[in-house]
């Protein structure tokens, strides 16, 4: 049975409290625009980021950057409880640039990954959550001042408790051996994607069957190989558009393609606009 405790929005903001008393894998591969904060709060999870699968445990904290692959995966019999906020990149950018200690680009990129917490910080990390969704719910005087306050504490916080305790997030990796397997070859596939043109390709490299690969890969990451090396092309595409003077045509050659046609097929498939268009929203014109 899946049991809502809360589920609050507000523009730029979203925050879910979910128990789920019953194995559960998120249905479908996963990414979005906007920054992911997920906080476990019983029950275990195997849980896909971008190259790499994590074992996630009780009092786990999770932070997911924007545009990055991510999916939930059951954990033997596990039920579980979880808290996600899903923020907006411009919800807390004028609060915090009042101090200009810390922007939420530069926080994500530099803390994304796991946080293994202690009891006393779960606590403490469980009542900054639960405080934002209240004060959401009823909405009282001056409530936006305090929900962007116990926002940014948790931000700070996720930034002290990385450098004081030097966090490894290796140990938080999933030991299974499939799991490994699947991580070696998502990150082949990220680093290679201009050559791992296949799944025929890829198999070959690793040296494993077509059909084995497809269906521990599809299993681990809800992507089956060949999206993935369409998503990681994309992903290059979209960094080359912002910050270089390629032209299109030179860009879908560099990630893979051999046809500019299908390159912007593929990248409108993703993007949901055409490449020239994207360069123009994303990219910072000259001062």
């Known amino acids: 049975m899946k049991k809502i405790i809360y589920n609050q929005t507000i523009p730029g903001l979203a925050i879910s409290r979910v128990v789920r008393d019953y194995e ?122 305090m929900i962007l306050t116990k926002l940014t504490r948790l931000l700070i916080f996720c930034q002290r408790y990385r450098r004081h305790r030097d966090t490894d997030i290796s140990g938080s990796l999933s030991a299974s051996v499939t799991h490994q397997k699947v991580s070696e070859v998502a990150s082949y596939i990220s680093s290679h994607f201009a050559e791992a043109s296949s799944l025929d390709t890829v198999a070959r490299h690793f040296f494993m069957s077509k059909s084995y690969l497809s269906r521990i890969f599809k299993q681990a990451t809800g992507y089956t190989v060949n999206e993935y090396i369409n998503v990681s092309r994309v992903q290059e595409a979209e960094r080359l558009l912002i910050e270089s003077d390629l032209s299109v045509t030179l860009i879908a050659e560099a990630v893979g393609y051999e046809s500019i046609t299908y390159f912007e097929k593929i990248f409108r498939s993703h993007t949901g606009t055409s490449p020239l268009k994207y360069r123009k929203q994303h990219r910072i014109p000259d001062v």
Do not use: W
């Open 24 to 145: 559960f894998t998120m249905p479908i591969r996963h990414m979005h625009d906007e920054y992911e904060i997920y906080y476990l709060i019983d029950g275990e999870r195997y849980y896909f980021i971008e190259n790499q699968i994590y074992h996630v445990k009780k009092g786990s904290l999770v932070l997911i950057n924007r545009n990055q692959i991510h999916k939930t995966v059951q954990f033997g019999d596990s039920s579980h409880e979880r808290i996600a906020v899903m923020l907006g990149g411009n919800f807390l950018s004028d609060f915090l640039a009042v101090t200009g200690e810390l922007s939420l680009p530069a926080f994500f990129r530099q803390n994304q990954g796991v946080f293994c917490l202690n009891p006393p910080d779960q606590e403490y990390v469980l009542s900054l959550l639960n405080g934002i969704a209240a004060e959401m719910n009823t909405q009282g005087t001056g409530y936006r001042a």
